[in-house]
Nanobody, 118 residues
Framework: QVRLVESGGGLVQAGGSLRLSCAAS????????MAWYRQAPGKQRELVAT???????DYADAVKGRFTISRDGAKNTVHLQINSLKPEDTAVYYC????????????WGPGTQVTVSS
């Protein structure tokens, strides 16, 4: 059974940094795309950053220059380095992976809470 598990969330002051990690297990395939989403209270889930099997990355405008997504080589492990945190970054951060079972399949982690105090 495929599972994604996030870690690294927590409470941090504005201006601080966090490093989120997500590890997938239960798949012999390399995910085509791995991504981070976030959902703030009362808001819809939004895409934060993506990385593809080709090494390309993309970011939401709100996080460009502050967030960095990276992947551990051929592993289904992805990280999100978050710098210069702002209170508006407070949200549950979710890991998403596409292609772990078949092309187009999607799997989600349970999420990790990031809270930024002002």
């Amino acid at each position: 059974q495929v599972r994604l598990v996030e870690s690294g969330g927590g409470l941090v002051q504005a201006g601080g940094s966090l490093r989120l990690s997500c590890a997938a297990s239960g798949s012999s395939f390399r995910a085509n795309t791995m991504a981070w989403y976030r959902q703030a209270p009362g808001k819809q889930r939004e895409l934060v950053a993506t990385t593809t099997v080709f090494g390309t990355t993309d970011y939401a405008d709100a996080v460009k220059g502050r967030f960095t997504i990276s992947r551990d080589g051929a592993k289904n492990t992805v990280h999100l380095q978050i710098n210069s945190l702002k209170p508006e970054d407070t949200a549950v951060y979710y890991c998403n992976a596409e292609g772990l079972t078949y092309s187009g399949s999607e799997h989600w982690g349970p999420g990790t809470q990031v809270t930024v105090s002002s």
